[in-house]
């Protein structure tokens, strides 16, 4: 009977549409489900040895449960680390060059403008920019990275000025409307990055399953 982990991979494998990365970029998942289906076939060793007494099939399996999560661990560490480098450097490739860089003068009167503003407020302004003057937000985000932000109660906190996730989201928009097969191609390694992590977390969750947790 396959595994879970096994049947997730299976699902991803039936339900592929990438377009810029072939089906066999999904092959490394396997060796998770192998880490797996070798934990299937150590805990019938175990339970079927008639030498083992009840506390030394608790001890066996233990010792395989912890032995095939470190395996998962170091199977998922190292391609992680691989798969956030190409993406930081596909992602660095794909941003349009900006050759018109804002003047101090221009971050400096920005700055001065949005000191007594929510960070809410200042999310808002960046979004009804055009793109020449949110050029001048991003490089002042970069430049001085935290500053003191009010809070809805009057309250000063020191955030950045403004959320990464709202600078990548639009840095991609513009990106996408250079090149919009890159950045497509972009987000399907993101996304072949989630399986790795989702079938490393369900890998070692089922053996914790098999073997004892």
């Known amino acids: 009977m396959p595994t879970k982990s096994t049947l997730h991979v299976d699902t991803q494998r039936r339900n592929f549409r990438m377009r810029h990365w072939p089906m066999t970029a999904l092959d490394p998942l396997d060796s998770y489900t192998a880490i797996v289906d070798q934990a299937v076939k150590d805990r019938a ?20 449960r912890d032995a095939a ?21 596909d992602r660095a490739a794909l941003l349009p060059a900006n050759t018109q860089k804002p003047t101090d003068r221009q971050i400096d009167f920005l700055l001065s403008r949005v000191q007594d503003r929510t960070a809410n407020e200042i999310a808002v302004l960046y979004n009804a920019s055009t793109d020449a003057e949110r050029l001048v937000f991003e490089e002042a985000a970069r430049s001085v990275g935290r500053i003191p932000t009010k809070q809805p109660d009057g309250s000063l906190v020191m955030l950045p000025l403004l959320p990464a ?14 090149n919009p097969a ?19 977390n369900l890998a070692a969750a089922e053996i914790s399953e098999v073997l004892g947790s």
Do not use: F
């Open 69 to 89: 999560v470190k395996a998962i661990d170091a199977l998922k560490t190292p391609r992680l680390a691989g798969l956030d480098a190409n993406i930081a450097a």
């Open 165 to 178: 996730e709202i600078l990548n989201e639009s840095q991609m928009a513009r990106a996408a409307a250079q």
């Open 45 to 64: 060793a175990i339970d079927s040895d008639p030498h083992l007494t009840p506390e030394g099939k608790l001890a066996a399996r233990a010792a395989k």
């Open 182 to 200: 890159g950045v497509q191609k972009l987000q399907e390694l993101e996304e072949i990055k989630a399986m790795h992590q989702s079938v490393a």
